[in-house]
């Protein structure tokens, strides 16, 4: 959430930066509530103080005087004010909470202008697309295709969007998420192996509750929800905890399956990997020094950029406009590889800056140097990397004359071959 001392003395600044998001609230409303909110609560304190008074009062009189009676009754007829006013306020703090958490994160200065993704910038491209496999086609019309994922089994078992790889994909799946958090620990990231359910505290706290855009898988009996990044436990770790200044950044990583509704998704988009419900995703999450965050963020995509130059898939870097950007978002960025068999970039992994807007929600703060007060670090994650769509670019962009996929050396440790599939 933003600060908001922020949001009252600079009201017309967070306005200008909500409106170029594509998240709607009404500020005016919530600072109308926050000041009715502001005092009724001085009111309830005052009446409180009232009533101390009152009871000091009471105990220096003489019971059944005509003073005493009387002030019992001033007692009782504030006490009944009070508890009128708490029941109100109560409902009002619901009201006021609920808008708070509807503000997004406002964009970075330096974030592009934009109303949606067709106005996202290219910053920079890798790799060269004349060198993509002249055999390409789609990943999911490869000849043995169903006979290493098989899809219409996971219909059978959950539904829609929940494959079961089987053989040599299943391994060569494993050696991907081998690989990025081998890559990730030559990093610095120090890797956790997390929870895959959060409790709705948790989801709050990076931003994913309230749910915008329908994506969170619930299991309402116990109340948890199944992480659709590994973003939220790893971010969660350090809730409510405070860091030196001197361990900044705090860098680690994690591999868990991710879980997203994708609600809305059909067609072209959704064929084969394109779009899961489930994947494996290995994350990249860091705690910065608000100072340096947006260096941390650069370094963190080129983090992610060196993986994808090792496995050779051509890649580019897009700046996110505002009106593309996520919810909790200061500044984005989307790595996108060439997915030679489709003709089109697949989006692989999303880095960004949240600024202060989760650590605020998740109370993770550090003891500042400079000012000698707690403050609330910059919290930044990427994917390092996703793997679907990275193995269907690996797929259709190393497709040979005979049918089957070349491996990219970096893998073949894991999986000690050098092809994948069947001979046409």
């Not at 060196?306 to 406009?321: D, E, H, P, T």
């Not at 996703?386 to 049918?403: F, H, I, K, M």
Request: net charge neutral; proline share 4%.
């Amino acid at each position: 959430m933003l600060d908001l001392k922020y949001i009252r003395e600079c009201a017309e600044e967070v306005k200008a930066g909500i409106s170029r998001k594509k998240f709607r609230c009404d500020l005016d409303v919530f600072l109308a509530i926050d000041r009715k909110r502001r005092e009724m609560l001085a009111e309830i304190e005052d009446l409180r103080a009232e009533q101390n008074g009152a009871n000091d009062s009471v105990a220096k009189m003489e019971k059944g005087s005509a003073e005493f009676r009387e002030k019992v009754t001033e007692m009782r007829l504030i006490s009944e004010q009070v508890g009128k006013l708490d029941l109100e306020f109560k409902k009002l703090e619901e009201t006021w909470k609920s808008l708070y958490l509807s503000i997004p994160n406002v964009p970075h200065h330096s974030v592009p202008l934009g109303k949606n993704e067709t106005e996202n910038q290219t910053i920079h491209s890798w790799g060269d697309l004349e060198k993509i496999s002249k055999f390409a086609v789609p990943h999911y019309d490869i000849h043995w295709f169903g006979d290493y994922l098989d899809f219409p089994r996971g219909v059978k078992v959950t539904g829609s969007g929940f494959p079961f790889y089987i053989g040599d994909m299943a391994r060569l799946v494993r050696a991907l998420i081998s690989f990025f958090l081998d890559e990730a620990r030559k990093n610095g990231y120090i890797e956790f192996m997390p929870p895959i359910l959060v409790n709705a505290d948790s989801a709050m706290a990076t931003g994913q509750l309230p749910d915008k855009e329908g994506q969170m898988y619930h299991a309402e009996v116990d109340d948890y929800y199944c992480i659709p990044t590994a973003e939220v436990p790893v971010t969660n770790f350090f809730r409510n905890e405070i860091f030196s200044e001197e361990e900044l950044p705090v860098c680690r990583c994690a591999y868990t399956p991710c879980f997203r509704r994708e609600a809305g998704s059909w067609g072209k988009d959704v064929r084969g990997l394109n779009r899961l419900h489930q994947f494996d995703k290995v994350e990249l999450v860091k705690w910065a020094n608000p100072n340096n965050s947006f260096d941390e963020l650069e370094k963190l995509k080129s983090n992610a950029e060196s993986m994808l130059q090792k496995l050779g898939l051509a890649y580019r870097v897009l700046a996110i406009c505002t009106g593309d950007m996520g919810f909790p978002h200061s500044k984005q960025y989307d790595l996108e590889v060439f997915a030679g068999g489709q003709k089109r970039w697949l989006e692989v992994s999303s880095c960004s800056n949240f600024t202060d807007f989760q650590a605020r929600r998740a109370g993770i703060r550090f003891k500042s140097k400079e000012s000698g007060k707690l403050e609330f670090v910059h919290t930044l994650n990427g994917s390092g990397l996703a793997v679907p769509r990275v193995l269907a670019a690996l797929l259709e962009n190393n497709l040979q004359q005979d049918g089957r996929v070349k491996i990219p050396e970096v893998l073949r440790h894991w999986i000690n071959q050098d092809t994948l599939g069947k001979k046409k």
